[in-house]
Protein backbone atom coordinates (compact mmCIF):
# COMPACT_ATOMS: atom_id res chain seq x y z
CA UNK A 1 0.00 0.00 0.00
CA UNK A 2 1.58 3.70 -1.06
CA UNK A 3 2.43 5.59 2.02
CA UNK A 4 0.16 8.42 1.01
CA UNK A 5 -2.38 6.56 0.59
CA UNK A 6 -2.00 4.87 4.23
CA UNK A 7 -1.60 8.33 5.62
CA UNK A 8 -5.10 8.96 4.12
CA UNK A 9 -6.58 6.21 5.50
CA UNK A 10 -5.03 7.03 9.22
CA UNK A 11 -6.24 10.30 8.61
CA UNK A 12 -9.90 9.07 7.63
CA UNK A 13 -10.00 6.53 10.77
CA UNK A 14 -8.98 8.87 13.79
CA UNK A 15 -10.96 12.25 12.24
CA UNK A 16 -13.57 9.85 12.63
CA UNK A 17 -13.05 8.08 15.56
CA UNK A 18 -13.02 11.44 17.34
CA UNK A 19 -15.82 13.44 15.64
CA UNK A 20 -18.03 14.73 18.16
CA UNK A 21 -15.33 13.78 20.87
CA UNK A 22 -14.56 17.07 23.44
CA UNK A 23 -11.69 19.02 23.92
CA UNK A 24 -8.71 17.37 25.98
CA UNK A 25 -8.71 18.98 29.41
CA UNK A 26 -5.54 18.74 32.18
CA UNK A 27 -8.39 18.13 34.67
CA UNK A 28 -7.87 14.39 35.96
CA UNK A 29 -11.11 12.67 34.74
CA UNK A 30 -13.45 11.91 36.66
CA UNK A 31 -15.83 8.78 36.76
CA UNK A 32 -15.07 5.34 36.69
CA UNK A 33 -11.81 4.54 34.76
CA UNK A 34 -11.55 1.12 34.96
CA UNK A 35 -14.50 -1.77 36.19
CA UNK A 36 -16.69 -4.10 34.54
CA UNK A 37 -17.40 -3.32 30.52
CA UNK A 38 -20.87 -4.10 31.03
CA UNK A 39 -23.52 -2.75 27.93
CA UNK A 40 -24.90 0.75 29.75
CA UNK A 41 -20.87 1.32 30.75
CA UNK A 42 -19.81 1.08 27.40
CA UNK A 43 -22.98 2.91 26.10
CA UNK A 44 -21.64 6.13 28.00
CA UNK A 45 -18.35 5.96 26.85
CA UNK A 46 -19.55 5.75 22.61
CA UNK A 47 -19.27 1.95 22.34
CA UNK A 48 -22.18 -1.15 22.32
CA UNK A 49 -21.65 -5.07 21.74
CA UNK A 50 -21.57 -5.99 18.31
CA UNK A 51 -24.82 -6.34 16.32
CA UNK A 52 -25.59 -9.56 14.07
CA UNK A 53 -22.80 -10.07 11.26
CA UNK A 54 -23.45 -7.64 8.74
CA UNK A 55 -25.21 -5.02 9.94
CA UNK A 56 -23.36 -1.27 9.98
CA UNK A 57 -24.15 0.62 13.53
CA UNK A 58 -26.19 2.88 11.74
CA UNK A 59 -28.31 0.55 9.82
CA UNK A 60 -27.60 1.55 6.18
CA UNK A 61 -24.67 1.27 3.78
CA UNK A 62 -21.29 3.33 4.22
CA UNK A 63 -21.31 6.45 2.57
CA UNK A 64 -19.94 6.56 -1.44
CA UNK A 65 -15.90 6.22 -1.32
CA UNK A 66 -14.83 5.52 2.39
CA UNK A 67 -14.58 1.80 3.30
CA UNK A 68 -16.83 -0.17 5.02
CA UNK A 69 -14.58 -0.74 8.69
CA UNK A 70 -14.21 3.65 8.36
CA UNK A 71 -18.21 3.83 8.33
CA UNK A 72 -19.11 1.63 10.62
CA UNK A 73 -16.81 3.99 13.31
CA UNK A 74 -18.19 7.18 11.77
CA UNK A 75 -19.45 7.99 15.27
CA UNK A 76 -16.05 7.65 17.24
CA UNK A 77 -16.38 6.26 20.84
CA UNK A 78 -13.56 7.24 22.48
CA UNK A 79 -12.27 10.67 23.44
CA UNK A 80 -8.49 11.14 23.13
CA UNK A 81 -5.06 10.94 25.20
CA UNK A 82 -6.01 12.95 28.33
CA UNK A 83 -9.72 12.73 28.57
CA UNK A 84 -12.33 15.55 29.33
CA UNK A 85 -13.97 15.69 32.40
CA UNK A 86 -17.02 13.26 32.17
CA UNK A 87 -19.11 16.14 33.02
CA UNK A 88 -17.99 17.94 30.05
CA UNK A 89 -18.96 14.68 27.42
CA UNK A 90 -22.17 15.56 25.37
CA UNK A 91 -24.14 12.42 25.16
CA UNK A 92 -24.02 10.63 21.47
CA UNK A 93 -25.03 7.46 20.02
CA UNK A 94 -22.89 4.24 21.12
CA UNK A 95 -21.18 2.27 18.03
CA UNK A 96 -20.82 -0.94 17.82
CA UNK A 97 -17.56 -2.01 15.67
CA UNK A 98 -18.84 -4.74 13.31
CA UNK A 99 -16.41 -5.97 10.48
CA UNK A 100 -17.86 -7.07 7.20
CA UNK A 101 -18.81 -10.76 7.04
CA UNK A 102 -17.31 -13.28 4.72
CA UNK A 103 -17.32 -16.83 5.00
CA UNK A 104 -13.92 -18.01 6.64
CA UNK A 105 -11.05 -19.49 5.22
CA UNK A 106 -10.71 -23.32 4.75
CA UNK A 107 -9.83 -24.79 8.07
CA UNK A 108 -8.62 -28.44 7.71
CA UNK A 109 -4.47 -29.31 7.25
CA UNK A 110 -3.93 -25.71 5.79
CA UNK A 111 -1.35 -24.56 8.75
CA UNK A 112 2.10 -23.71 7.62
CA UNK A 113 5.35 -23.53 9.11
CA UNK A 114 8.92 -23.34 8.24
CA UNK A 115 10.83 -25.89 6.62
CA UNK A 116 13.90 -26.63 8.75
CA UNK A 117 16.20 -29.65 8.79
CA UNK A 118 17.84 -30.94 11.60
CA UNK A 119 21.41 -29.47 12.11
CA UNK A 120 24.30 -32.28 10.87
CA UNK A 121 26.87 -33.15 12.87
CA UNK A 122 29.87 -30.87 11.66
CA UNK A 123 34.09 -32.07 12.31
CA UNK A 124 36.01 -29.46 13.94
CA UNK A 125 38.99 -29.87 11.84
CA UNK A 126 36.58 -28.57 8.97
CA UNK A 127 34.41 -26.37 10.42
CA UNK A 128 35.17 -24.99 13.93
CA UNK A 129 32.83 -22.64 14.43
CA UNK A 130 29.44 -22.03 15.00
CA UNK A 131 27.50 -18.75 14.93
CA UNK A 132 23.30 -18.68 15.50
CA UNK A 133 21.28 -15.34 16.57
CA UNK A 134 19.36 -16.20 20.28
CA UNK A 135 15.58 -17.00 20.20
CA UNK A 136 13.65 -16.46 23.17
CA UNK A 137 10.31 -17.30 21.32
CA UNK A 138 8.18 -19.78 23.12
CA UNK A 139 5.43 -20.18 20.36
CA UNK A 140 6.43 -23.43 19.35
CA UNK A 141 5.89 -24.85 22.57
CA UNK A 142 2.25 -23.90 23.37
CA UNK A 143 1.51 -24.53 19.67
CA UNK A 144 3.30 -27.91 20.30
CA UNK A 145 1.04 -28.34 23.59
CA UNK A 146 -2.22 -27.79 21.89
CA UNK A 147 -1.52 -30.80 19.88
CA UNK A 148 -0.75 -33.18 22.55
CA UNK A 149 -3.60 -31.77 24.45
CA UNK A 150 -6.25 -32.64 21.40
CA UNK A 151 -4.98 -35.70 21.63
CA UNK A 152 -2.41 -35.89 18.54
CA UNK A 153 1.73 -35.34 18.02
CA UNK A 154 2.40 -32.26 16.48
CA UNK A 155 3.71 -31.69 12.76
CA UNK A 156 7.73 -31.88 12.52
CA UNK A 157 8.28 -28.41 11.08
CA UNK A 158 6.00 -27.01 14.27
CA UNK A 159 8.63 -28.41 16.72
CA UNK A 160 11.58 -25.95 17.27
CA UNK A 161 13.74 -27.35 19.91
CA UNK A 162 15.61 -24.49 20.95
CA UNK A 163 11.46 -22.60 21.58
CA UNK A 164 11.02 -25.39 24.25
CA UNK A 165 14.00 -25.24 25.58
CA UNK A 166 13.67 -21.75 26.09
CA UNK A 167 10.32 -21.65 27.55
CA UNK A 168 11.68 -22.36 30.82
CA UNK A 169 13.30 -20.33 33.85
CA UNK A 170 16.43 -21.92 34.51
CA UNK A 171 17.39 -20.16 37.48
CA UNK A 172 20.66 -18.93 36.10
CA UNK A 173 23.11 -16.89 38.32
CA UNK A 174 21.75 -13.11 37.48
CA UNK A 175 24.48 -9.86 35.85
CA UNK A 176 25.63 -8.13 38.93
CA UNK A 177 25.04 -4.85 36.72
CA UNK A 178 23.48 -3.12 34.03
CA UNK A 179 26.75 -2.20 32.42
CA UNK A 180 27.35 -5.75 31.98
CA UNK A 181 23.76 -7.34 31.02
CA UNK A 182 24.40 -10.98 30.54
CA UNK A 183 25.59 -13.43 32.89
CA UNK A 184 26.84 -16.89 31.75
CA UNK A 185 26.41 -20.33 32.89
CA UNK A 186 28.03 -23.07 31.01
CA UNK A 187 28.84 -27.01 31.86
CA UNK A 188 30.03 -30.27 29.62
CA UNK A 189 28.15 -33.12 30.92
CA UNK A 190 27.95 -37.09 29.19
CA UNK A 191 25.06 -37.15 27.18
CA UNK A 192 22.05 -39.05 28.36
CA UNK A 193 21.03 -40.14 24.75
CA UNK A 194 24.49 -40.99 22.90
CA UNK A 195 27.69 -43.03 24.74
CA UNK A 196 30.97 -41.44 24.30
CA UNK A 197 29.39 -38.15 23.44
CA UNK A 198 28.83 -34.95 25.65
CA UNK A 199 26.88 -31.82 25.61
CA UNK A 200 28.25 -28.38 26.18
CA UNK A 201 25.09 -26.43 27.94
CA UNK A 202 25.01 -22.71 26.91
CA UNK A 203 23.11 -20.27 29.68
CA UNK A 204 22.61 -16.56 29.22
CA UNK A 205 20.76 -14.42 31.99
CA UNK A 206 19.61 -11.12 31.30
CA UNK A 207 19.92 -8.24 33.89
CA UNK A 208 16.06 -7.67 35.29
CA UNK A 209 15.89 -3.85 35.11
CA UNK A 210 14.31 -2.58 38.69
CA UNK A 211 10.46 -1.12 38.13
CA UNK A 212 12.19 2.65 38.20
CA UNK A 213 14.39 2.03 35.73
CA UNK A 214 11.64 0.54 33.26
CA UNK A 215 9.98 3.05 30.70
CA UNK A 216 6.56 3.77 29.72
CA UNK A 217 5.01 1.90 27.12
CA UNK A 218 3.87 3.35 23.66
CA UNK A 219 1.61 0.53 21.91
CA UNK A 220 -0.36 -0.19 19.28
CA UNK A 221 -2.65 -3.23 19.39
CA UNK A 222 -2.93 -4.67 15.76
CA UNK A 223 -6.24 -6.99 16.18
CA UNK A 224 -6.98 -9.46 13.46
CA UNK A 225 -10.70 -8.90 13.03
CA UNK A 226 -11.19 -11.43 9.98
CA UNK A 227 -13.53 -14.40 9.78
CA UNK A 228 -10.91 -16.74 10.34
CA UNK A 229 -10.56 -15.78 13.73
CA UNK A 230 -14.51 -15.73 14.56
CA UNK A 231 -13.74 -19.45 17.24
CA UNK A 232 -13.56 -19.44 20.85
CA UNK A 233 -9.84 -20.02 20.45
CA UNK A 234 -8.99 -16.65 18.22
CA UNK A 235 -10.72 -13.72 18.76
CA UNK A 236 -12.06 -14.30 21.84
CA UNK A 237 -9.20 -15.31 23.71
CA UNK A 238 -6.85 -12.50 22.53
CA UNK A 239 -9.91 -10.16 23.73
CA UNK A 240 -9.38 -11.92 27.07
CA UNK A 241 -5.10 -12.21 26.38
CA UNK A 242 -5.36 -8.36 26.20
CA UNK A 243 -7.12 -7.52 29.05
CA UNK A 244 -4.64 -9.18 30.90
CA UNK A 245 -1.84 -6.80 29.50
CA UNK A 246 -4.19 -3.57 30.16
CA UNK A 247 -4.72 -4.97 33.88
CA UNK A 248 -0.51 -3.81 34.05
CA UNK A 249 -0.67 -0.64 32.47
CA UNK A 250 0.61 2.68 34.44
CA UNK A 251 -0.77 6.02 34.07
CA UNK A 252 2.99 6.27 31.88
CA UNK A 253 1.80 4.47 29.08
CA UNK A 254 -0.62 4.77 26.33
CA UNK A 255 -2.25 2.27 24.45
CA UNK A 256 -4.24 2.74 20.79
CA UNK A 257 -6.17 -0.08 18.72
CA UNK A 258 -6.15 -0.76 15.10
CA UNK A 259 -8.66 -3.84 13.96
CA UNK A 260 -8.31 -4.84 10.15
CA UNK A 261 -10.61 -7.40 7.97
CA UNK A 262 -10.86 -6.27 4.02
CA UNK A 263 -9.57 -3.06 5.04
CA UNK A 264 -7.80 -1.70 8.28
CA UNK A 265 -9.19 0.62 10.66
CA UNK A 266 -8.11 2.65 13.73
CA UNK A 267 -10.84 1.59 17.05
CA UNK A 268 -8.94 3.63 19.70
CA UNK A 269 -6.56 6.29 19.41
CA UNK A 270 -3.67 6.73 21.54
CA UNK A 271 -5.22 6.68 25.27
CA UNK A 272 -3.03 6.89 28.39
CA UNK A 273 -3.07 3.80 30.83
CA UNK A 274 -5.63 4.97 33.21
CA UNK A 275 -8.46 4.97 30.78
CA UNK A 276 -8.40 0.92 31.18
CA UNK A 277 -12.68 0.56 31.02
CA UNK A 278 -12.58 2.23 27.81
CA UNK A 279 -9.76 0.04 26.47
CA UNK A 280 -11.91 -2.93 27.63
CA UNK A 281 -15.47 -1.44 25.84
CA UNK A 282 -13.49 -1.19 22.34
CA UNK A 283 -12.07 -5.01 22.48
CA UNK A 284 -15.75 -5.95 23.63
CA UNK A 285 -17.11 -4.26 20.72
CA UNK A 286 -15.07 -6.03 18.13
CA UNK A 287 -16.22 -8.80 16.04
CA UNK A 288 -14.92 -10.90 13.10
CA UNK A 289 -15.84 -11.37 9.83
CA UNK A 290 -14.68 -10.71 6.36
CA UNK A 291 -11.16 -11.15 4.48
CA UNK A 292 -8.50 -10.69 6.32
CA UNK A 293 -6.08 -7.54 5.41
CA UNK A 294 -2.85 -8.03 7.03
CA UNK A 295 -0.36 -6.51 5.73
CA UNK A 296 -2.69 -2.96 4.85
CA UNK A 297 -3.60 -3.80 8.75
CA UNK A 298 0.51 -3.54 9.85
CA UNK A 299 0.94 -0.39 7.36
CA UNK A 300 -1.92 1.46 9.38
CA UNK A 301 -0.68 0.05 12.84
CA UNK A 302 2.88 0.90 12.13
CA UNK A 303 1.69 4.76 10.75
CA UNK A 304 0.11 4.95 14.10
CA UNK A 305 3.15 4.55 16.21
CA UNK A 306 5.16 6.48 14.32
CA UNK A 307 2.77 9.40 14.44
CA UNK A 308 2.67 9.45 18.15
CA UNK A 309 6.16 8.39 18.41
CA UNK A 310 7.95 8.41 22.13
CA UNK A 311 11.72 8.40 22.15
CA UNK A 312 12.03 8.00 25.68
CA UNK A 313 9.58 4.99 25.43
CA UNK A 314 8.80 1.28 24.08
CA UNK A 315 7.43 1.83 20.85
CA UNK A 316 5.93 -1.53 19.66
CA UNK A 317 3.06 -2.85 17.76
CA UNK A 318 1.41 -6.11 18.91
CA UNK A 319 -0.40 -8.10 16.33
CA UNK A 320 -2.83 -11.03 17.28
CA UNK A 321 -3.78 -13.02 14.74
CA UNK A 322 -4.03 -16.51 13.37
CA UNK A 323 -1.57 -15.25 10.83
CA UNK A 324 -4.15 -16.29 7.81
CA UNK A 325 -2.85 -13.13 5.39
CA UNK A 326 -5.07 -13.54 2.22
CA UNK A 327 -5.93 -9.70 1.26
CA UNK A 328 -3.01 -7.30 -0.06
CA UNK A 329 0.23 -7.48 1.12
CA UNK A 330 0.68 -11.54 2.12
CA UNK A 331 3.77 -12.46 0.95
CA UNK A 332 6.05 -13.64 3.94
CA UNK A 333 9.37 -12.49 2.01
CA UNK A 334 7.50 -8.88 0.94
CA UNK A 335 6.30 -8.70 4.27
CA UNK A 336 10.32 -9.53 5.49
CA UNK A 337 10.95 -6.66 3.77
CA UNK A 338 8.65 -4.41 5.17
CA UNK A 339 8.90 -5.00 8.97
CA UNK A 340 12.44 -5.19 8.24
CA UNK A 341 12.37 -1.32 7.41
CA UNK A 342 10.07 0.15 9.52
CA UNK A 343 12.05 -1.78 12.27
CA UNK A 344 15.18 0.76 11.56
CA UNK A 345 12.48 3.78 12.68
CA UNK A 346 12.83 2.52 16.17
CA UNK A 347 9.05 1.02 16.35
CA UNK A 348 9.30 -2.86 16.85
CA UNK A 349 6.59 -5.73 16.03
CA UNK A 350 5.61 -8.73 19.01
CA UNK A 351 3.34 -11.49 17.33
CA UNK A 352 1.07 -13.43 19.30
CA UNK A 353 -0.42 -16.32 18.06
CA UNK A 354 -3.81 -18.17 17.87
CA UNK A 355 -6.25 -21.14 16.58
CA UNK A 356 -5.96 -23.79 15.02
CA UNK A 357 -6.42 -25.58 11.34
CA UNK A 358 -5.55 -22.46 9.59
CA UNK A 359 -2.51 -21.34 11.64
CA UNK A 360 0.31 -19.65 9.80
CA UNK A 361 3.28 -19.82 11.92
CA UNK A 362 5.55 -19.49 8.94
CA UNK A 363 4.24 -15.67 8.54
CA UNK A 364 4.31 -14.95 12.89
CA UNK A 365 7.94 -16.33 12.34
CA UNK A 366 8.75 -14.15 9.63
CA UNK A 367 7.38 -11.04 10.89
CA UNK A 368 8.42 -11.64 14.80
CA UNK A 369 11.87 -12.23 13.88
CA UNK A 370 12.39 -9.38 11.28
CA UNK A 371 10.47 -6.80 14.02
CA UNK A 372 12.76 -6.68 16.84
CA UNK A 373 10.13 -8.60 19.05
CA UNK A 374 9.04 -11.75 20.14
CA UNK A 375 6.78 -14.33 18.84
CA UNK A 376 4.29 -16.49 21.20
CA UNK A 377 1.32 -18.64 20.69
CA UNK A 378 -1.54 -18.01 23.04
CA UNK A 379 -3.42 -21.68 23.57
CA UNK A 380 -5.46 -20.79 26.75
CA UNK A 381 -6.32 -17.92 28.89
CA UNK A 382 -3.61 -19.13 31.44
CA UNK A 383 -1.06 -18.97 28.67
CA UNK A 384 -2.26 -15.42 28.23
CA UNK A 385 -1.25 -14.34 31.83
CA UNK A 386 2.11 -16.03 32.11
CA UNK A 387 3.32 -13.97 28.77
CA UNK A 388 1.29 -10.93 30.05
CA UNK A 389 1.73 -10.67 33.81
CA UNK A 390 4.43 -13.33 34.91
CA UNK A 391 6.83 -12.93 32.34
CA UNK A 392 5.62 -9.05 30.81
CA UNK A 393 9.34 -7.40 31.43
CA UNK A 394 11.39 -10.19 29.27
CA UNK A 395 9.00 -9.21 26.69
CA UNK A 396 8.53 -5.77 26.58
CA UNK A 397 11.75 -4.27 27.77
CA UNK A 398 14.39 -5.21 26.33
CA UNK A 399 18.18 -4.94 27.93
CA UNK A 400 19.85 -5.58 24.42
CA UNK A 401 19.35 -6.15 20.80
CA UNK A 402 21.41 -7.97 17.73
CA UNK A 403 22.55 -10.59 20.92
CA UNK A 404 24.54 -12.97 18.59
CA UNK A 405 26.82 -16.07 20.03
CA UNK A 406 29.42 -17.59 18.34
CA UNK A 407 31.56 -20.64 19.45
CA UNK A 408 34.68 -21.39 18.56
CA UNK A 409 35.82 -25.22 18.88
CA UNK A 410 39.37 -26.71 19.86
CA UNK A 411 40.15 -29.21 17.36
CA UNK A 412 42.72 -31.10 19.79
CA UNK A 413 39.74 -32.19 21.99
CA UNK A 414 36.59 -31.64 20.08
CA UNK A 415 36.14 -33.62 17.00
CA UNK A 416 32.39 -33.23 16.03
CA UNK A 417 29.57 -30.80 17.59
CA UNK A 418 26.13 -30.45 16.76
CA UNK A 419 23.94 -27.36 17.70
CA UNK A 420 20.37 -28.62 18.93
CA UNK A 421 17.87 -26.71 17.49
CA UNK A 422 18.15 -22.46 16.16
CA UNK A 423 18.41 -23.97 12.61
CA UNK A 424 15.93 -21.14 11.36
CA UNK A 425 18.63 -18.77 13.53
CA UNK A 426 21.70 -19.87 11.68
CA UNK A 427 24.15 -16.92 10.71
CA UNK A 428 27.51 -16.96 8.75
CA UNK A 429 30.93 -16.85 10.37
CA UNK A 430 31.20 -13.48 9.49
CA UNK A 431 27.89 -12.18 10.92
CA UNK A 432 28.92 -12.56 14.15
CA UNK A 433 30.97 -9.59 13.51
CA UNK A 434 28.83 -6.91 11.28
CA UNK A 435 26.61 -4.84 13.23
CA UNK A 436 24.25 -4.48 10.24
CA UNK A 437 23.19 -7.63 10.17
CA UNK A 438 19.98 -8.91 12.04
CA UNK A 439 19.61 -10.67 15.24
CA UNK A 440 17.48 -11.44 18.90
CA UNK A 441 16.55 -9.43 21.05
CA UNK A 442 16.64 -10.02 25.00
CA UNK A 443 14.12 -8.47 27.58
CA UNK A 444 14.32 -7.67 30.93
CA UNK A 445 15.59 -10.91 33.34
CA UNK A 446 15.08 -13.53 30.32
CA UNK A 447 17.58 -16.00 29.76
CA UNK A 448 18.81 -17.81 26.85
CA UNK A 449 19.59 -21.38 26.44
CA UNK A 450 21.70 -23.63 23.82
CA UNK A 451 23.02 -26.66 23.85
CA UNK A 452 25.47 -28.73 21.45
CA UNK A 453 26.55 -32.38 21.58
CA UNK A 454 29.78 -32.99 20.98
CA UNK A 455 32.47 -36.10 20.32
CA UNK A 456 35.72 -35.82 21.99
CA UNK A 457 38.90 -36.26 20.47
CA UNK A 458 38.92 -40.06 20.73
CA UNK A 459 35.41 -41.21 20.88
CA UNK A 460 34.10 -42.60 17.65
CA UNK A 461 32.86 -40.07 15.13
CA UNK A 462 30.03 -39.85 12.95
CA UNK A 463 32.19 -39.68 9.68
CA UNK A 464 35.56 -40.85 9.08
CA UNK A 465 38.59 -38.49 9.26
CA UNK A 466 39.96 -37.44 5.62
CA UNK A 467 42.86 -39.43 4.52
CA UNK A 468 44.65 -36.78 3.17
CA UNK A 469 44.89 -33.83 5.71
CA UNK A 470 45.86 -34.61 9.34
CA UNK A 471 43.91 -33.00 11.93
CA UNK A 472 45.19 -29.69 13.59
CA UNK A 473 46.33 -29.56 17.11
CA UNK A 474 46.00 -26.42 18.82
CA UNK A 475 49.32 -24.91 19.64
CA UNK A 476 47.83 -23.52 22.76
CA UNK A 477 44.83 -23.52 25.68
CA UNK A 478 45.50 -27.37 25.31
CA UNK A 479 43.04 -27.76 28.09
CA UNK A 480 40.52 -25.77 26.56
CA UNK A 481 37.18 -27.74 24.65
CA UNK A 482 35.78 -24.80 23.24
CA UNK A 483 35.79 -20.42 22.98
CA UNK A 484 32.51 -19.10 23.79
CA UNK A 485 31.53 -15.45 22.48
CA UNK A 486 28.60 -12.99 22.59
CA UNK A 487 28.43 -9.69 21.14
CA UNK A 488 25.37 -7.69 21.53
CA UNK A 489 23.89 -3.93 20.91
CA UNK A 490 22.72 -1.53 23.46
CA UNK A 491 18.57 -1.62 23.48
CA UNK A 492 18.32 1.13 20.27
CA UNK A 493 21.12 0.05 18.30
CA UNK A 494 24.97 1.51 18.63
CA UNK A 495 28.16 0.11 18.26
CA UNK A 496 28.05 -3.55 19.45
CA UNK A 497 29.36 -4.83 22.91
CA UNK A 498 31.84 -8.13 23.26
CA UNK A 499 31.74 -10.85 25.76
CA UNK A 500 34.00 -13.64 25.59
CA UNK A 501 34.63 -17.41 28.33
CA UNK A 502 36.45 -19.81 27.37
CA UNK A 503 34.84 -23.31 28.29
CA UNK A 504 37.75 -25.80 30.17
CA UNK A 505 37.68 -28.88 32.09
CA UNK A 506 36.65 -27.32 35.47
CA UNK A 507 33.21 -26.93 33.55
CA UNK A 508 32.52 -30.52 32.98
CA UNK A 509 30.54 -32.50 35.33
CA UNK A 510 31.77 -36.13 36.58
CA UNK A 511 28.47 -37.55 35.42
CA UNK A 512 25.16 -37.29 34.40
CA UNK A 513 23.78 -37.05 37.80
CA UNK A 514 26.28 -34.72 39.21
CA UNK A 515 25.55 -32.24 36.85
CA UNK A 516 23.39 -29.06 37.47
CA UNK A 517 20.24 -29.55 37.97
CA UNK A 518 19.26 -26.47 35.16
CA UNK A 519 21.52 -28.65 32.71
CA UNK A 520 19.58 -31.99 33.53
CA UNK A 521 15.97 -30.10 32.71
CA UNK A 522 17.72 -28.52 29.25
CA UNK A 523 18.46 -31.93 28.51
CA UNK A 524 15.33 -33.53 28.98
CA UNK A 525 13.17 -30.94 27.14
CA UNK A 526 16.11 -31.42 23.99
CA UNK A 527 15.30 -34.65 24.02
CA UNK A 528 11.53 -34.21 24.13
CA UNK A 529 11.80 -31.84 21.04
CA UNK A 530 13.86 -34.49 19.42
CA UNK A 531 11.62 -37.31 19.71
CA UNK A 532 9.06 -35.43 18.43
CA UNK A 533 10.66 -34.18 15.15
CA UNK A 534 12.16 -37.57 15.08
CA UNK A 535 16.27 -36.12 14.62
CA UNK A 536 18.11 -38.86 13.59
CA UNK A 537 20.58 -37.93 16.17
CA UNK A 538 18.46 -39.06 19.12
CA UNK A 539 18.93 -42.86 20.41
CA UNK A 540 16.25 -44.80 19.42
CA UNK A 541 17.15 -46.60 22.46
CA UNK A 542 16.11 -42.98 24.41
CA UNK A 543 12.48 -43.29 24.21
CA UNK A 544 9.47 -41.46 26.45
CA UNK A 545 10.53 -43.50 29.39
CA UNK A 546 13.62 -42.16 29.91
CA UNK A 547 12.75 -39.02 28.94
CA UNK A 548 10.52 -38.56 31.88
CA UNK A 549 12.63 -40.44 34.07
CA UNK A 550 15.19 -37.48 33.14
CA UNK A 551 12.64 -34.92 33.56
CA UNK A 552 11.49 -36.03 36.93
CA UNK A 553 14.80 -35.87 38.41
CA UNK A 554 15.30 -32.22 37.78
CA UNK A 555 11.68 -30.86 38.54
CA UNK A 556 13.17 -28.48 41.34
CA UNK A 557 10.99 -26.26 43.32
CA UNK A 558 8.79 -25.67 40.27
CA UNK A 559 6.85 -23.22 41.68
CA UNK A 560 4.40 -22.39 38.81
CA UNK A 561 3.81 -26.02 37.59
CA UNK A 562 5.29 -25.88 34.46
CA UNK A 563 7.58 -28.65 35.00
CA UNK A 564 4.87 -30.58 36.55
CA UNK A 565 2.96 -29.59 33.26
CA UNK A 566 5.87 -30.94 30.65
CA UNK A 567 6.01 -34.24 32.41
CA UNK A 568 2.78 -34.86 31.45
CA UNK A 569 2.88 -33.43 28.04
CA UNK A 570 5.66 -36.38 27.79
CA UNK A 571 3.12 -39.01 28.22
CA UNK A 572 0.64 -37.54 26.24
CA UNK A 573 3.82 -37.13 23.67
CA UNK A 574 4.03 -41.10 24.08
CA UNK A 575 0.23 -42.04 23.75
CA UNK A 576 -0.93 -39.55 21.21
CA UNK A 577 -2.10 -40.32 17.37
CA UNK A 578 0.50 -39.88 14.96
CA UNK A 579 -0.23 -37.91 11.93
CA UNK A 580 0.68 -39.47 8.63
CA UNK A 581 3.98 -38.61 7.43
CA UNK A 582 4.99 -37.97 10.86
CA UNK A 583 8.22 -39.25 12.55
Not at 14 to 42: K, N, Y
Not at 116 to 136: G, L, M
Not at 316 to 326: C, E
Not at 428 to 448: I, L, T
Request: charged letters at 20%; a negative charge.
Amino acid sequence: MAPMAIRNLLTLSLAALMAGAPMASSAAPRGPLDGEPTAAACARLGFRAPEPRGLWASGSPPPPGMAAPMARMAPAPPPPPMVAEQSAMQPRPPVSIVLPSGPAPGTIDTERYPEATANPVKRTAEEPVSTFSIDVDTASYANVRRFLNDGERPPTDAVRVEELVNYFDYGYRAPASRDTPFATSISVVPSPWSDQREILHIGLQGYELPASAKPPLNLVFLIDTSGSMESADRLPLARKAMNVLIDQLGPQDRVAMVAYAGSAGAVLPPTDGRQKLMMRCALGALSAGGSTAGGQGLALAYELAQQNFDPQAINRVILMTDGDFNVGLSDPARLEDFVAEKRASGVFLSVYGFGRGNYNDQMMQTLAQNGNGTAAYIDTLAEARRLFLRDLPASMFPIAQDVKIQVEFNPARVSEYRLIGYETRLLNREDFNNDQVDAGEVGSGASVTALYEITPVGAPGSSDPLRYQAEPRSPGQGSELAFVKVRYQPPGGGASNLMTRPVTASDRARSLAAAPEATRWALAVAAYGQKLRGDPWLSARFGWTEIEALAQGARGQDIDGDRAEFVTLVRSAADARVRPGAP
